[in-house]
């Protein structure tokens, strides 16, 4: 009988925003801000030129990054030099919108404080001592910039719990396929179709509920913060595989008027 072959997994590391920001490199001052790639405007926008609303469109200007493996065995494969430099431009970026007056930025992976209705910007005390110049802590304190975390904790550490999860029932499976002796028995079949569903239904809770979930909570907190500070425009930090979530939600009715300003390394 032929093996049975569970299929491959995508790997978590290509969107887990637990690790939104390098943690591991000291932000240096000299890769400078990102020019914008793409303006993205809902329909409203698009479809009604000269509106009398014009004046009062929400700019969410959104700082893609590429986040940073935490399996050690991928990370190899990584350009960390090239991961470094992308975040010192994201921060340069932040630092150069802020002096544009876009004087909010919400960053993934920080936890929220305050409420949506009245968000808190974090505060310099909250740094951990000696992370004070690491890229995810930097922006904090800045003079002429607000920082908003968006994170949820009891939904962070949801996500967390999948996503360490991604990848393991795949993996027996294919060592109980290799098995040997027995491979043909009835209650061998059974336990890999059981571990490959059950791979099969993380991978789709993480990119089907929990990715869309991340970029909607940032977005929603970028405009919560911007409506807070009775503010046209905001900054929004977040990993790159959430921008095509970010345009579809802008164009699902069509009272919305945003406008999408994408910064993006690559």
Not at 68 to 86: M, V
Not at 131 to 156: C, H, M, Q
Request: aromatic share 6%.
């Amino acid at each position: 009988m032929k093996q049975f072959r569970p299929p491959s997994v995508v790997s978590y590391a290509a969107s887990i925003a637990a690790f939104a920001v390098l943690g591991c490199c000291v932000a240096r001052a000299d890769d400078g801000p990102l020019k914008p790639r793409a303006i993205v405007e809902s329909k409203s926008i698009r479809e009604n030129p000269n509106s009398a609303l014009d004046s009062y469109i929400v700019n969410v200007h959104v700082i893609l990054q590429v986040h940073l493996t935490p399996i050690l065995a991928r990370r190899a494969t990584q350009d960390l030099a090239a991961l470094a430099a992308c975040q010192n431009s994201i921060i340069s970026t932040a630092l150069f919108l802020a002096d544009k007056g876009v004087n909010a930025v919400v960053v993934e992976g920080r936890y929220a404080s305050g409420t949506l209705k009245n968000p808190i910007a974090l505060q310099r005390s909250e740094v951990p001592r000696g992370e004070e110049n690491y890229p995810k802590w930097t922006l904090v304190g800045r003079d002429g910039l607000a920082v908003y975390g968006s994170a949820i904790k009891f939904l962070d550490d949801y996500m967390v719990s999948v996503a360490n999860d991604l990848g393991r029932s795949s993996a027996l499976a294919q060592s109980l396929a290799k098995s040997g002796a027995s491979a043909s028995s009835v209650a061998q079949r059974e336990a890999i179709e059981s571990l490959v569903q059950e791979e099969i239904g993380r991978v789709s809770l993480w990119q089907a509920g929990i990715v869309p979930t991340q970029s909607f909570l940032g977005l929603q907190t970028a405009l919560a913060v911007s409506f807070a500070r009775n503010s046209k425009q905001v900054q929004l930090i977040i990993g790159k595989e959430h921008w095509p979530d970010l345009v579809y939600a802008i164009d699902r009715q069509k009272d919305i008027r945003i406008r999408l300003v994408q910064y993006s390394c690559a």
